[in-house]
């Protein structure tokens, strides 16, 4: 079974960055998108940025974009978000996502929970 683990998530002031990694077990698909989510307390999970296996292209949620940036290490089959310039309206649980093309599966981590407050 596919597993994500998150971590990075923290306290941290408006203005402050921060990084969160996910690291990806137990798949052999050679053809994947791995996306960061996020749920805000009494919101939906919506998607923050994804990017593909393949030729690294990447997405972004207009909110995020100039401030975040989505990268990865194949070899070490990790993600990562680096978030500069944090807002109070990011605070929320981000969650990895790792979405197999040939099959149509996703797979979920667990979540990490950031906070952005003074």
């Known amino acids: 079974q596919v597993q994500l683990v998150e971590s990075g998530g923290g306290l941290v002031q408006p203005g402050g960055s921060l990084r969160l990694s996910c690291v990806a077990s137990?798949?052999?698909?050679?053809?994947?998108?791995m996306s960061w989510y996020r749920r805000a307390p009494g919101k939906e999970r919506g998607l923050v940025a994804s990017?593909?296996?393949?030729?690294?292209?990447?997405n972004y949620a207009d909110s995020v974009k100039g401030r975040f940036t989505i990268s990865r290490d194949n070899a070490k089959n990790t993600v990562y978000l680096q978030m500069n310039s944090l807002k109070p309206e990011d605070t929320a649980v981000y969650y990895c996502k790792l979405l197999s093309i040939q099959t149509m599966t996703a797979y979920w981590g667990q979540g990490t929970q950031v906070t952005v407050s003074s």
């Open positions: 990017i593909t296996s393949g030729g690294g292209n990447t």
């Open positions: 137990r798949f052999t698909f050679s053809s994947y998108v």
